[in-house]
């Protein structure tokens, strides 16, 4: 392990970006989400990442080059064609028509697609929750999570964020895999040699297993029974055929090697809590305050707060095999 | 146990209802709610809640003869004012224009609030989902679940349910409470004298439990871990504060005794499918065809969906005790 603060880990980001051929405000827009899934000692989504970036632009899967084009539909829905690019320079483009949209109308939604997403979703709706908006932020990744009930792979880990905005006070977020893990941790998992839980996942014949390597030459279980499972579909259906956009299943089918992201859609609702009530944040304070008055009760992203405080002034400890792997692309 | 045609479970519903000081309307649409679930073997929220429904109206804390109120806030947003009276004809009230709205808009919202909510969710969305539109619903009950790392009540059962329209098909609809066990699955395991599975509760000492006794005097636990319990939060922040309405710990301060249904919010958000693309049900079709070739996977509503094609001509097997005491409530 090396220690780099946390703007070394900016430019070093954006430099093997920009050396792989991704226009500047593309680069800048990752390297953003990198550092600060880093920051927050979010590693799966951090540094680890960079090499699949590459990937996708060194395979010409991934143009490096697109500008995302916004496209309002209705008052309150707005499509954001990635036009084959990263998904964060596609979200940054469609932001503010976002926001604007839920202040008028209450709420809204985004569309974004043909965009390749492999960033982490409480980094994709932390900028929308800064701004006083409760959102909710959905992608389905490539197929690798079977149905409850069932013996191989149909959705991905699709994830589901959520962000309440808290006066004064780091917001409320969460961002989990409807899989009982996500393919991230089994990747580290194996990385480090270790076995998985029972109940992540089920080998390529659709027996239980905690080998990390056959489960992911298996499927992933989803979290939670049948209840993780069926909102899992739900993820499947909403970033996927709601916004036309690819079910898992196909994206799986177009046989990526490269190791970059997928193509594939990402949906964001955002609600104005101005719109029913002026006390929305007071009564939500006396529940927070509740829960955290019971021992052993943590809110979901106190973790990622607590990381960021002590990395904005030590920086963060970077696997050096990660390191030197991604110094290797700049060349 | 005897048995009903659906025909005369709606008489006697609303008959008892109206005995009891219910207005019309409102009798109908309890009625109508009451059916469905006994059509759909969801007993749970079937004949099983009318005496509650009835403590309600002779305890004097529900407003027999609410008219309930709607109220467009901004264009994708409205409010139904329940007037303190019953959730389902608030929503009835309502629904015509949140479909509107969803039109018009793409997405839109619709908080029910001041009214007594007693029913399933798939219930009250249903007949959104039946005019093609995409619909979640979420509702905060009283007090009855424990934090992930907690040890006494904080949330709700705080159920979340979603449809999906399908062309000439059955909706694909999932409707669950984020506690392991709904709050009426652990009543009927007391009724029935039967222990609960592990996993589902604690005791009012904060240790697991398997006495359904000792479960309702304690807390029930989330599903799927620190997921479901912050799922939990999630439903208790936005069909509570985010409306204007009590959480459930506020809820429950009321000290309600009477067993009837406890006052507060719901949200209902609809998503009109046409909005972004013309294609949403062909890829999805798809997506549920992938997922009934695996042999073991159902889709969420499919066991309500054959409950209610087999009740319709053979009527339904009624519980005598829970029919007896209905009965005695006519008088």
Redesign the interface.
């Known amino acids: 392990m090396r220690r780099l603060s946390l703007s070394a880990i900016r430019e070093l980001s954006e430099q093997v970006l920009l050396a792989n051929g991704l226009a500047e405000p593309a680069a800048r827009s990752i390297a953003d989400v990198v550092t600060r899934a880093e920051a927050d000692a979010c590693r799966s989504h951090g540094l680890y990442r960079i090499p699949g970036y590459v990937a996708g632009l060194r395979s010409g899967r991934v143009d490096g080059q697109a500008v995302p084009r916004l496209e309002p ?5 707005l ?1 954001v064609d990635g036009a084959r690019g990263f998904a964060p320079p596609a979200t940054d483009a469609g932001r503010e028509a976002l926001v604007a949209a839920t202040r ?6 985004m ?1 974004v ?1 043909r965009a390749h997403h492999f960033s982490a979703l409480w980094a994709d709706l932390e900028p929308i929750v800064a701004l006083g908006l ?1 959102c909710w932020c959905f992608v389905v990744g490539q197929s690798s999570v ?7 792979r ?1 959705m991905g880990t699709n994830p ?1 964020a ?1 962000g ?1 905005p808290r006066s004064g006070r780091a917001p ?1 977020i ?1 961002d ?1 895999a ?1 899989s009982a893990a996500a393919r991230g941790e089994v990747e580290l998992k194996r990385l480090a040699g270790q076995d998985l839980p029972s109940g992540w996942a089920i080998d390529p014949h659709g027996l239980p297993t905690n080998d990390p390597a056959q489960a992911l030459a298996g499927a992933l279980l989803p ?6 499972s ?2 899992s ?2 993820v ?3 970033a ?5 956009e ?2 898992s ?2 994206v799986q089918d177009l046989k990526i090697a490269d190791g970059g992201p997928p193509p594939g859609g990402q949906l964001f ?1 955002a ?3 101005s ?3 002026s ?6 304070e ?2 927070f305050g ?2 955290l008055a ?5 809110l ?1 992203s106190t973790r990622r707060h607590e990381a960021r405080r002590r990395s904005a002034t030590e920086g963060v400890e970077v696997d050096n095999h990660i390191y030197e792997t991604i110094c290797a692309l700049m060349l």
């Open positions: 539909l209705r008052p309150g829905l499509r008028s109308n209450g709420i809204a939604a569309a697609v409760v079977a149905p409850h009930g069932g013996t191989r149909l589901i959520f309440w409320f969460f989990f409807t979290f939670g029974g049948h209840k993780g069926a909102l579909m739900m499947e259906l909403i996927g055929p709601l916004i036309g690819m079910t299943r196909q609702i609600f104005d809590p719109g029913v009530t006390s929305a944040g007071l009564i939500a006396t529940f509740d829960a019971q021992p052993g009760v943590r979901p």
